[in-house]
């Protein structure tokens, strides 16, 4: 699965923006997509994930009922609608799939991932 990151760049506190990331390849097999972020200072974190077919999301505490996740299984797209930001939500984003079934618990491990995009950098700043 290749996957390819869009949408980052600077924003205002109190912004929003939406992060797309287009999957190709073995799309049909896919069984979990999310997000995580990276600063140089910190390890990756988990942002979010969402299920290919079904609709179970899990969101990182951090962004709860800010951020949402979510994907067109036509287009093989999953995007990542981030409101409200802050300072502390500038990284360095990446979408993340994996063709295993997870439970809850493994979704926010990025061990568990195996395709990974290039990246796309969110600013938060005035």
């Known amino acids: 699965v290749q996957l390819q990151a869009s949408g980052g760049g600077l924003v205002q506190p109190g912004g929003s923006l939406r992060l797309s990331c287009a999957a190709a390849g073995r799309t049909n097999s896919v069984y979990t997509a999310a997000w995580f972020r990276q600063t140089p200072e910190k390890e990756r974190e988990f942002v979010a994930a969402?299920?290919?077919?079904?609709?179970?999301?899990r969101y990182a505490d951090s962004v709860k009922g800010r951020f949402t996740i979510s994907r067109d299984n036509a287009k093989n797209m999953v995007y990542l609608q981030m409101n409200s930001l802050k300072p502390e939500d500038t990284a360095v984003y990446y979408c993340a799939t994996t063709l295993r079934r997870l439970n809850s618990g493994s979704r926010s491990d990025s061990r568990h991932y195996e395709y990974w995009g290039q990246g796309t950098q969110v600013t938060v700043s005035s």
């Open positions: 969402t299920d290919w077919i079904a609709s179970n999301t």
